[in-house]
């Protein structure tokens, strides 16, 4: 198959002649339609996260279409449009059976610990990991139902505190641009965004933000003066993120801390926590939420589309990636299509 390959030299490249996944009698052979570029990929090419040993296939955010159903997998035809959940578990353990999977210790993501991900032509996968894609959203719609489902994870866990309450979301990259719709979505009746690349809060404004503060222009304190948030996200994967959250949450408020900053800083002072009788929620993963998402999407609540910025064909992804690993290249939401397999045999 064809596949962007990340190599041990730091760099993907484009091979025409990868292996095939090996598909069971119980699996389905997934072609790939879309896959999202994800941070994750960027920090494992990088070195900065160690999930895997290249040479490797990233891709976890994927869409596409059966191209083969195994003997013993029920319920899936050839031909049917999927969104790819990317969880691989044993089924039968303690945190599979109590639906988090995520947690499994025999299991893993395909594309960053478990096995071969979409930025290869096709995955095979149980029918467990797959949700139809209505014919209404696009197979780069249906890429982004995973970062929607972690999200949407952990409103979830704060949608008591959302509804009828005021939110602020610290990082207007992909993962604040949908928790700050989810956050309208659940009844938030003011969502402040706050980031420092003006190109990404004017995206959040299109999005439904009541308000952007840019860093670069302002600081919080001259900002918001003395308002406080019943719920704090912190999307932007920084140390002062996290301390603006417990900053500018109200008392008896909430913070979502979802944004991994790599520091091992202590960055929350569990007196304040208690002091101020804050709640604290994460999330990772969120299994059972999967086809809420796509209703979600699928009712315009929310917008998945406007937040890819860039397009990439597969004869375009290599370079484009290797020049995001390099900071040459900051989209706030890049898209790899590839081509339809019927296409290329023509060609
Ligand atoms: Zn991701
Ligand atoms: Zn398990």
Request: hydrophobic share 45%; with cysteine.
């Amino acid at each position: 198959m064809r596949a962007i390959v990340w190599h041990e030299d730091g760099r993907v490249r484009q091979a025409a002649d990868w292996p095939l996944p090996a598909m069971e009698d119980d699996e389905a052979l997934v072609e790939i339609r879309a896959e999202g570029v994800c941070m994750t990929d960027i920090h494992m090419i990088r070195g900065t996260l160690d999930f895997a040993k290249p040479p490797w296939v990233l891709g976890h955010e994927m869409s596409g279409v059966i191209a083969a159903v195994g003997s013993k997998a029920k319920g899936w035809s050839v031909g049917e449009r999927v969104v790819v959940d990317p969880v691989v578990a044993c089924g039968s353990c303690s945190h599979c059976q109590r639906g988090k999977k995520y947690l499994c210790e025999s299991g893993g993501e395909l594309g960053t610990t478990y096995g071969s991900g979409g930025y290869g032509q096709y995955v095979a996968v149980k029918p467990a990991n797959l949700y139809r894609l209505p014919d209404t959203m696009s197979f780069a719609e249906g890429a982004m139902m995973e970062p929607l489902n972690c999200t949407l994870g952990a409103v979830e866990r704060a949608a008591a505190a959302i509804a009828g309450g005021s939110v602020i979301v610290f990082g207007p990259g992909p993962a604040g641009l949908l928790f700050m719709q989810l956050a309208r979505a659940y009844g938030a009746l003011r969502v402040v965004l706050v980031g420092m690349e003006e190109e990404r809060l004017a995206a959040g404004r299109r999005l439904g933000a009541d308000r952007t503060i840019n860093l670069q222009a302002e600081s919080l304190a001259e900002a918001l003066k003395d308002e406080a948030f019943d719920v704090a996200i912190e999307a932007s994967g920084s140390v002062q993120g996290v301390q603006d959250c417990m900053a500018y949450v109200a008392k008896g408020g909430t913070i979502v801390l979802y944004g991994l900053n790599g520091s091992d800083r202590p960055s929350i002072h569990s007196d304040r926590v208690v002091g101020k009788d804050l709640t604290i929620v994460t999330c990772i993963s969120a299994p059972l939420l999967w086809q809420k998402g796509i209703e979600l999407v699928r009712a315009g609540k929310v917008n998945v589309k406007d937040i890819v910025s860039h397009t990439l064909s597969f004869d375009e992804a290599a370079a484009a990636v290797n020049d995001i690993a390099a900071n040459r290249f900051r989209p706030v939401k890049a898209m790899i299509v590839h081509a339809q397999a019927e296409e290329e045999n023509d060609a």
